[in-house]
C-alpha cells in the first residue's frame, strides 16, 4: 500500500536537505498508522481493559484529533515550516537547495539550518547530505524507508 500522499512527495527534497517522502505527515504514515491503532482498539474491545477512572472517550477523541491532522503538501509545494528563512533564501537565491550555495560555509542561517537537519534525523527523517546527487540519494533513502519503522506501513500487505 502506498499512500497518495506519499506519492506527492517522494521526490521532494526540502531546500534544506529534510526528504519529505521520510515525513510521517507529509507521506501518509501518521494517518494510516493511527488509523491502525484505532481499529486495534476497536476490534480488540481495549476500552473493556482500560484501568478505572481513564476516560475512553477522551482517549479516543485524541485519535481522532491525530488522524485528522492536516497532511503536510511539503517544502516544494507549499507545505514546511511558514516563512521558513532557509526556504526564502535558497530561493532568493535561485538554488535548488542549500548544498549548492556558495555561502554555505558562513550561511546566516546556519543555527537554524543545523537544528532543522539535527531534529529532522532524531525524529527519525532522511537528510540528504552536501554534495551528495539527489538522484542517487532519492533511490537509497527509498529503500532504506520500505525497511524503516514505522514508514513500512506504506509498503506492507493489508
Ligand atoms: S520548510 Fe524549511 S525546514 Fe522545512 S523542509 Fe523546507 S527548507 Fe527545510
Ligand atoms: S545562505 Fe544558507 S540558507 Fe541561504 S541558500 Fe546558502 S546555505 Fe542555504
Given at each position: 500500500m502506498k499512500t497518495k500522499s506519499f506519492d506527492n512527495v517522494k521526490d521532494q527534497v526540502g531546500?534544506?536537505?529534510?526528504?519529505?517522502?521520510?515525513?510521517v505527515v507529509g507521506n501518509g504514515v501518521l494517518r494510516e498508522l493511527t488509523k491502525e491503532y484505532e481499529r486495534i482498539v476497536e476490534k480488540y474491545g481495549l476500552e473493556d481493559w482500560?484501568?478505572?477512572?481513564?476516560d475512553f472517550n477522551e482517549f479516543k477523541k485524541g485519535l481522532a484529533s491525530i488522524r485528522d491532522v492536516k497532511t503536510c503538501s511539503g517544502c516544494l509545494k507549499g507545505?514546511?515550516?511558514?516563512?521558513?528563512e532557509i526556504k526564502n533564501c535558497a530561493r532568493s537565491r535561485e538554488l535548488?537547495?542549500?548544498?549548492?550555495?556558495?555561502?554555505f560555509m558562513v550561511c546566516k542561517n546556519s543555527e537554524i539550518l543545523k537544528k532543522m537537519r539535527e531534529g529532522a534525523r532524531d525524529a527519525g527523517l532522511l537528510v540528504k547530505d552536501k554534495d551528495v546527487d539527489q538522484k542517487h540519494f532519492l533511490k537509497k533513502a527509498m529503500s532504506e524507508l520500505e525497511n524503516k519503522s514505522p514508514h513500512c506501513i506504506l509498503f506492507c500487505k493489508t
Open positions: 531546500f534544506c536537505g529534510i526528504w519529505c517522502g521520510s515525513c482500560a484501568s478505572e477512572g481513564f507545505g514546511g515550516r511558514d516563512n521558513c535548488k537547495d542549500c548544498s549548492a550555495c556558495e555561502d
